[in-house]
């Protein structure tokens, strides 16, 4: 490419283009040629920051990490050539891991235009829920203190969006392009169906379908390993260890999303957790033995606190106060 030169690149990296430039930068970055060119950079840059420090030699093992994480982060197959060994101290590592953090940004610029146009954030707080209409007609009920993070518009070949806590998924059909919930190390994908996630951090991670079909994987330790394939009526919950299939109420699931919070066989203490969430206080056991008392019981959290809380009370034999957004179980 006649326009691109080493010095743009540089200028690329250091985040001083316009946008002209950026596009002949990230054109090029496609391009097995750049390959090259590449190496050569980051050579020449580690150069000019270790230039007065020789006293320790480069950790091969890490450099071979950066040219694999370099690779992943472009998409390609080939290798980036390997530097000629240099020393350093400590005063000149930090430059060094700034230009690699600067590389991963541009590798990561230059696959965005392929992937998605830019991300969106939506962050509940305790109390909070929001419903979110994504560029595929698919809606989300975001729970409370969740957080949502998806594309403002999906491009390639598949629809992918990142959670975190608790949501109502109803996803709108297209079967050339399944649609891929990240949850930590657990992906669920669908083709066009009604489910709900709960993946809050410290507990189980639970996939509930309402309608249609979905199939949940775990890819911890680098493998990917099926836990289930869920229909209507079936939920699965996963500790990190063992994946437990169970039947539930299809309506159930699909009536989380108007404030319909169904509890079987669970304690108060995890009944308390979600109130909380719910209703932004929080709930206190006077006697730790209490919270720890199975219950099984709907409750309509679209209902005032006292309200709630006085139906959970009647048929679990306590008594409660409350002060503010602190309340007190007896």
């Known amino acids: 490419m006649a326009n691109l030169t080493k010095a743009l690149l540089l200028k690329y990296l250091d985040n001083n283009c316009n946008d002209a430039e950026k596009a002949i930068v990230e054109a090029y970055l496609q391009q097995p ?10 050579e020449e840059r580690m150069e000019k920051d270790m230039a007065d420090s020789m006293d320790a030699p480069v950790d091969e093992k890490m450099q071979q990490q950066w040219a694999a994480n370099m690779r992943a982060r472009m998409g390609r197959e080939d290798t980036v050539k390997p530097l000629r060994k240099r020393y350093y101290v400590a005063a000149a590592a ?7 953090a600067g590389l991963f940004a541009l590798f990561n610029n230059s ?5 998605v146009s830019s991300l969106a954030l939506q962050q509940n707080k305790a109390g909070e829920r929001k419903v979110i209409q994504l560029s595929d007609g698919s809606t989300i009920h975001l729970g409370a203190a969740s957080q949502l993070q998806y594309p403002e518009q999906f491009t390639g070949a598949t629809r992918e969006i990142t959670l975190t806590g608790e949501a109502f998924f109803d996803i709108a059909t297209d079967p ?13 994908t669908v083709l066009g169906t009604s489910f709900k996630i709960a993946a809050f951090e410290g507990q189980p991670l639970v996939v509930s379908v309402a309608t249609g079909k979905v199939r949940v994987d775990d890819s911890s330790n680098g493998q990917i390993r099926q836990l289930a394939i869920l229909t209507a009526g079936k939920q699965v919950s996963w500790n990190n260890e063992n994946a437990l299939l169970e039947n539930i109420r299809a309506e159930d699931i699909a009536n989380w999303q108007n404030g319909r919070l169904v ?27 209490k919270a720890k008392e ?9 209902s005032a ?9 009647v048929g679990n034999n306590f008594n409660y106060s409350a002060k503010g957004r602190e309340v007190t179980i007896y």
């Open 33 to 42: 040629e750049s390959n090259t060119m590449l190496s050569l950079l980051l």
């Open 94 to 100: 930090a430059a060094s891991v700034l230009l690699i």
């Open 111 to 115: 696959r965005s235009k392929n992937a």
């Open 176 to 188: 050339g392009h399944p649609f891929i919930i990240h949850t930590g190390t657990i992906a669920t």
């Open 263 to 289: 509890f079987n066989n669970q304690t108060l203490q995890e009944v308390a957790t979600t109130l909380e969430r719910w209703y932004d206080v929080k709930i206190n056991f006077s006697h730790p033995q």
């Open 294 to 302: 199975k219950v099984t019981i709907t409750l309509f959290a679209g």
């Open 305 to 313: 606190l006292m309200t709630t809380l006085q139906t959970l009370a």
